[in-house]
């Protein structure tokens, strides 16, 4: 069942070893040990939730998020990948943070943070007398910490740093990344409200505030604010834009506080201290054929849905919280994200072009039903188990996020969460550096064999460009349904991810991805449509804008 690929990176990172080095478990043991540990959260019939949870991952019909798959079983096992830290204007602060964020990337968890509380560059210091060195200052302290750490730990520590766009350091905070070599471990995004927005369009002068003491540090034109942004992230996917009105108008728990954050990829806001686990679901694995005819099994997908739901419920109480506050907070409100992976496959499968309305249709009816079956599966719970908070009537705040699924997909082996493939064929740059792979897609090689239209000239084509939009032999209804990352139109992407966030009550993690020949007016587009359709974030990338990129278009020759 598991690829020779797969393979190799359970045995790199995921399965248990002795003292020595040495891996003591076959991957057959991992899905044994991470379901026997997840079932002991169980009050009654252990064993047969062990056997069912068993079934669902060694099947890869729905896999949690790494640092479980890592550490479940072990004593101090850390099972969540996503954190939100507070940073306050005080060295105390920033530091006890730091601290923190330290023993989470060292458990395999990333972490958020909005240092937008911290005075700006060259502000007065009482206690020392002396000038303030600004969040851009701070942050490199962190990243310099995430790089050290990362040593250590089995996996990369991940952060997003996020600075509100009315910051006296605003414009600093927006080329922090420019030079392609600083805070390699941020993703950076400027925190957006909806005055900032109508500002913009209004094209308004725009004021910087201190946020000390609340006084007008600087008036700017927005525009120039804006312009700063979509020019960056042309030039370089930094920064994204993080909506944070948009994140508060649906922030689920308001009593408790302004969410100001998320996780380091954007699909979970989070308040300060709490945390979030996630799973997918393999929805390649969500089909049925008859007489050749595959469809979406509907039924399979729900019962999927209702016992994931009760995986990640249970992996809250069978976490182990490196900070008190944590745990608090997370016991408290019990969010949790189920997601999917596999969706570009599936609509091959179905043979349903990405870039078409009936994907999108289907996109939103396959996440509609997801959130319903979730917040059924979760109101369940609340019976068996208790709700989240009084007067409520689900056992956790939230239930959906759509997360990059950057190694658990590579795991089962299916496309990356929502996204199109990025090519047919590509060399995957090993996860920690290192050993490059060559692919092609399966379900791609699949199809084309199925129509007799495989054959050595066209694998040589594909293995070269990644592509068969040029290939002359082709019919055009088989080159619409293989077009990737590259070739589908913007407004594409963004309506998948649209249609995925009508549905998710936590936030969708998903890159435009733009061809080398995109302009700053449409990266401006983009962002600007994001924000009328509500999307929680939104990152664009322009292919080789970056020195390394994770997925790198084949070019064997
Ligand atoms: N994450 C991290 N380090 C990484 C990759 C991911 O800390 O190198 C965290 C981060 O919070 C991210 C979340 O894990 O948003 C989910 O990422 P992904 O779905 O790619 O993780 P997977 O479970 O596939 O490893």
């Known amino acids: 069942m598991l690829t020779d690929n797969a393979i190799e ?46 079934n669902l991952l060694a099947g890869l019909e729905f896999l949690p998020n790494s640092p479980t798959l890592m550490n479940a079983g072990n004593p101090k096992g850390q099972l969540s990948a996503c954190f939100v830290l507070p940073v306050d204007d005080s060295l105390e602060s920033i530091f006890t943070s730091l601290k923190d964020a330290a023993l989470i990337h060292q458990s395999g968890g990333g ?83 909806n005055e900032f927005m109508k500002a913009v369009e209004e094209q308004l002068p725009w004021s910087l505030i201190n946020p000390r003491d609340g006084s007008i540090a600087k008036k700017v034109e927005a525009t120039e604010v804006w ?100 745990k608090k907070m997370t016991t408290t409100n019990r969010k949790i994200g189920l997601g999917v992976m596999g969706w570009a496959e599936l609509l091959m499968l179905l043979e349903i072009p990405y870039a078409s ?43 959906n996020s759509i997360a990059p ?51 050595k000239e066209i694998e040589n084509e594909v293995r070269k460009t990644g592509s068969i939009q040029h290939i002359k032999t082709i019919p055009n209804d088989m080159k619409e349904l293989f077009k990737t990352s590259l070739e589908i139109p913007w407004e594409y992407h963004l309506k998948h991810q649209l249609a995925f966030q009508k549905y998710t009550d936590n936030a969708v993690s998903k890159t435009i991805n733009l061809p080398t020949s995109a302009t700053i007016d449409e990266v401006s587009t983009i962002f600007w449509t994001a924000w009328k359709y509500k999307l929680k974030g939104i990152t664009v990338y322009r292919y080789g804008s970056k020195s390394k990129q994770v997925l790198q278009k084949c070019n064997l020759n």
Request: glycine share 8%; hydrophobic share 35%.
């Open 9 to 54: 990176i359970l045995k790199e990172r995921y399965l248990l070893r002795n003292a020595e080095g040495k891996i003591i478990e076959s991957p057959e043991e991992l899905f044994r040990r991470v379901s026997r540990h997840i079932a002991s959260a169980e009050k009654k019939d252990r064993s047969l939730w062990e056997a069912r949870f068993y």
């Open 227 to 326: 312009n700063a942004i979509t020019e960056e992230a042309w030039k370089t996917g930094d920064p994204g834009l993080i909506f944070l009105s948009t994140i508060n108008e649906q922030n689920p728990t308001p009593n408790l506080g302004t969410i100001e954050s998320t996780n380091p990829c954007g699909e979970v806001p989070l308040l300060p201290y709490e945390s979030c686990n996630l799973g997918s679901l393999n929805l390649v694995k969500m089909i049925s054929s008859q007489n050749d005819n595959i469809r979406l099994d509907w039924t399979k997908l729900g019962d999927t849905v209702t016992m994931a739901v009760r995986f990640l419920d249970n992996v809250i109480d069978a976490n182990h919280y490196i900070l008190s506050q944590i």
């Open 111 to 193: 972490t958020g943070y909005n240092f937008s509380k911290l005075r700006p560059k060259g502000d007065w210091v009482t206690t020392s007398s002396g000038k303030a060195s600004g969040p851009v200052a701070f942050m490199k302290v962190y990243d310099a910490a995430t790089e050290h750490v990362k040593q250590g730990g089995k996996r990369r520590g991940a952060n997003m740093g996020i600075l509100n766009a009315d910051h006296p350091d605003i414009l600093d905070f927006i080329t922090s990344k420019a030079d392609d070599l600083s805070l390699q471990n941020f993703n950076i995004s400027v925190g957006i409200s």
């Open 405 to 455: 699924t950057g190694t658990i997909s590579v795991i089962a082996n299916t496309s990356y969460s929502i996204e199109p493939l990025f090519a047919l064929a590509y060399q995957r740059v090993g996860i920690l550096g290192g050993k490059v792979q060559n692919e092609f897609n399966r379900v791609f090689v699949q199809k084309m064999k199925e129509l007799k239209l495989w054959n």
């Open 357 to 399: 309305k009936k994907a999108i249709s289907l996109g939103e009816r396959l996440m509609k039903f997801i959130k319903e079956k979730s917040y059924e599966a979760s109101t369940a719970l609340s019976k068996e188990r208790g709700s989240f908070s009084s007067g409520q009537k689900r056992r956790n705040a939230t239930c």
